[in-house]
């Protein structure tokens, strides 16, 4: 079946520092890739999203790209701050009514 | 615009007891998730609906049932609440184009004493 790896947290960096946080998926077909990100009592929201092969997916600094090839779909920033501290989650989205796959999260703290 | 909202915020039950989370959503979505999160867990889908008067499981469905009566409401029931029910539940709906992308609301902390 369809699956979601992430890597382990809690990942924690100092103001500036560069990020990267890895998934890897596992889906039949062609799916859509999204990180999502949930900010301390909150819900989760969408950060990016990227539906084919090679597009890359961007917002508030992030990005992500959809590598077929490695099945991957690594989120990066160049600068954090200490708002991006959060947990952050990988998904896919295999299409037709089949509900979101989600991976565990990585929980990232960034310090001043 | 209220968007995903979820009642209560917090519930304390005792062993035994029974209680309904309420989620309801104004943006005339079609599909709806009740969604558990634990640590070390992550996010665990629990039933959702693809349509007013659908209900289907999802991956930990077990001690739960859920109503979709009306397309904005999503109920989510406890019949017989048990410790390993202490969680933090979160409803999401999403879709007049498809399952994504999801709202979330801000969730409903349970601790079952």
């Known amino acids: 079946g369809n699956s979601v790896t992430q890597m382990e947290g809690p990942v924690t960096l100092s103001e500036e520092a560069f990020l990267t946080i890895n998934c890897t998926y596992t889906?039949?077909?062609?799916?859509?890739l999204f990180w999502y990100v949930q900010y301390p009592g909150e819900g989760l929201q969408l950060l990016l999203k990227?539906?084919?092969?090679?597009d890359k997916g961007s917002n508030k600094g992030f990005e992500a790209t959809y590598r077929k090839e490695t099945t991957s779909f690594h989120l990066e920033k160049g600068s954090v701050q200490v708002s991006d501290s959060a947990v952050y989650f990988c998904?896919?989205?295999?299409?037709?009514?089949?509900?979101?796959?989600f991976g565990k999260g990585t929980r990232l703290s960034v310090i001043a | 615009n209220a968007g995903v909202t979820q009642t209560p915020k917090f519930r304390v039950l005792k062993t035994g007891q029974s209680m309904t989370l309420l989620c309801a959503q104004d943006?005339?979505?079609?599909?709806m998730y009740w969604y558990r999160q634990d640590p070390g867990m992550g996010l665990r889908l629990i039933h959702y609906?693809?349509?007013?008067?659908?209900?289907a499981k999802g991956e930990v469905p077990d001690g739960y049932n859920v109503s979709r009566l009306k397309k904005q409401n999503f109920l989510l029931g406890l019949e017989s609440a048990a410790p390993s029910q202490t969680s933090v539940y979160f409803c999401?709906?999403?879709?007049?184009?498809?399952?994504?992308?999801?709202?979330f609301g801000n969730g409903t902390r349970l601790t079952v004493t």
């Open positions: 943006m005339n979505h079609e599909y």
């Open positions: 609906s693809v349509g007013e008067g659908t209900t």
């Open positions: 999401a709906s999403s879709g007049t184009k498809g399952v994504s992308p999801l709202h």
């Open positions: 998904a896919l989205e295999s299409g037709g009514n089949t509900p979101l796959v």
């Open positions: 889906a039949t077909g062609y799916p859509s």
């Open positions: 990227a539906t084919k092969a090679d």
